[in-house]
T-cell receptor, first 111, second 119 residues
Framework: DQQVKQNSPSLSVQEGRISILNCDYT??????FLWYKKYPAEGPTFLIS?????DKNEDGRFTVFLNKSAKHLSLHIVPSQPGDSAVYFC??????????FGTGTQLKVEL | GAVVSQHPSWVICKSGTSVKIECRSL??????MFWYRQFPKQSLMLMAT?????????EQGVEKDKFLINHASLTLSTLTVTSAHPEDSSFYIC???????????????FGPGTRLTVT
């Protein structure tokens, strides 16, 4: 049972444009959501997070939006840069430090 | 800071043998370490949570006798896959958190992962 889903395995965006990565979840008890970035041969690194009591969190070029009624969150990267090319995982937590990960989206930012 | 290493980065072993994977926190004391498994094009699945000096807590469906976890020190946790079979072939990744951190969920620092292939 995949509680966190990233339905787009890959996304290609031109440099300078907006990248939008999507994530859906089924467990309404999730109360904290995170995005991780992963380069090949490296572990995931934390990018940005949002609590379920908020609907938006912004950090520089990265903004995460949460739509609780739709059980959907998205990560916006503006402007996209070639160095943003990586696999992005969304993750969710229910009241503790156990994380449930999505399957990841490979982002490719082209020149 | 907050660097986590894993060794080996990849390993090939024969069916029926055991393989040990090490996870080290290089510049902090990791009171809690997590072990994940990732199949191709699938999520990172939490296998177990280990606290230094105590037994690991395994997730439902994970065989604790097959995946032995030891967290004997504040900088080292090991995962031993016993009597490995081809279906154990996967990408194993650890993460670590420590007492100096705020305890927030995202303050898990991940290792680079270990690719295990069982022939």
């Amino acid at each position: 049972d995949q509680q966190v889903k990233q339905n787009s395995p890959s996304l290609s965006v031109q440099e300078g444009r907006i990248s939008i990565l999507n994530c859906d979840y089924t467990n309404s008890m999730f109360d904290y959501f995170l995005w991780y970035k992963k380069y090949p041969a490296e572990g995931p690194t934390f990018l940005i997070s949002i609590s379920s009591i908020k609907d938006k969190n912004e950090d520089g070029r990265f903004t995460v939006f949460l739509n609780k009624s739709a059980k959907h969150l998205s990560l916006h990267i503006v402007p996209s840069q070639p160095g943003d090319s990586a696999v992005y995982f969304c993750a969710a937590s229910e009241g503790g430090n156990k994380l449930t990960f999505g399957t990841g989206t490979q982002l490719k930012v082209e020149l | 800071g907050a660097v986590v290493s894993q060794h080996p980065s990849w390993v090939i072993c024969k069916s029926g043998t055991s393989v040990k994977i090490e996870c080290r926190s290089l510049d902090f004391q990791a009171t809690t370490m997590f072990w994940y498994r990732q199949f191709p094009k699938q999520s990172l699945m939490l296998m177990a949570t280990s606290n230094e000096g105590s037994k690991a807590t395994y997730e439902q469906g994970v065989e604790k006798d097959k995946f032995l976890i030891n967290h004997a020190s504040l900088t080292l946790s090991t995962l031993t896959v016993t009597s490995a079979h081809p279906e154990d072939s996967s990408f194993y990744i650890c993460s670590a958190s420590g007492p100096g951190f705020s305890g927030k969920i995202y303050e898990q620092y991940f290792g680079p992962g270990t690719r295990l292939t069982v022939t």
